[in-house]
């Protein structure tokens, strides 16, 4: 299986900080997302990268940003944080040829934004 | 458009019932289907997938899910519920974007509670 990692599991911002979430793959596959997850709104897609420098949005990609500077780190960044993007923010990276629509996940980031 | 339903917000069984969480999808071609499941205070782990054959697929934990075409549906089952399994079940379906690149849509959950 795949093993994804996350570099922290609780993170407390304050508004306007810029914050990086990390998140590393351990399988050197080109594809890995960034989720966010809110009661109630299910997993809601913010970026994906299907390849070193590549980005693409998703459904929510609003006061976000992505690097992919390596295959195997995905970082979101938030500019200028806000309460609103307080939240469970789950990284994800599929499996290898004949998985590629398996996503494994890391355990998650919860961001507080005080 | 691609969708994924999950028509149970919040399911309550006792332990030792058995179980089923609803799915239904819209996807134009073959669909491969998922069920996710997210102990409390965990990521997501995968239960299950389909993706042809069988239409009776097993997975981990004593799970099993049935693709319904003719209903769109891909149900989760499980006949005898342990306390563990109180959890957040999401079902997904993978499609491709405009740039032909896989992603999964998913439902908004099901969140399972079992009593002793």
């Known amino acids: 299986d795949v093993k994804v990692t996350q570099s922290s599991r609780y993170l407390v911002k304050r508004t306007g900080e810029k914050v990086f979430l990390e998140c590393v793959q351990d399988?050197?596959?080109?594809?890995m997302f960034w989720y966010r997850q809110d009661p109630g709104l299910g997993l809601r897609l913010i970026y994906f990268?299907?390849?070193?420098?590549?980005?693409e949005k998703g459904d929510i990609p609003e006061g976000y940003s992505v690097s992919r500077e390596k295959k195997e780190r995905f970082s979101l960044i938030l500019e200028s944080a806000s309460t609103n993007q307080t939240s469970m923010y789950l990284c994800?990276?599929?499996?290898?040829?004949?998985?590629?629509?398996?996503?494994?996940f890391g355990p998650g980031t919860r961001l507080t934004v005080t | 458009a691609q969708s994924v339903t999950q028509p149970d917000i919040h399911i309550t069984v006792s332990e030792g019932a058995s179980l089923e969480l609803r799915c239904n999808y819209s996807?134009?071609?073959?669909?491969?289907l998922f069920w996710y499941v997210q102990s409390p205070g965990q990521g997501l782990q995968l239960l299950l997938k389909y993706f042809s054959g069988d239409t009776l697929v097993q997975g981990i934990k004593g799970f099993e899910a049935e693709f319904k075409r003719s209903q769109s549906s891909f149900n989760l089952r499980k006949p005898s519920v342990h306390w563990s399994d109180a959890a957040e079940y999401f079902c997904?379906?993978?499609?491709?974007?405009?740039?032909?690149?896989?992603?999964?849509?998913w439902g908004l959950g099901t969140s399972l509670a079992v009593n002793p």
């Open positions: 997904a379906v993978g499609a491709r974007n405009a740039g032909n690149n896989r992603k999964l849509i």
């Open positions: 399988m050197d596959h080109e594809n």
């Open positions: 994800a990276s599929p499996g290898g040829q004949g998985a590629e629509y398996e996503q494994y």
């Open positions: 990268s299907y390849d070193v420098k590549m980005k």
């Open positions: 996807y134009g071609a073959t669909p491969y």
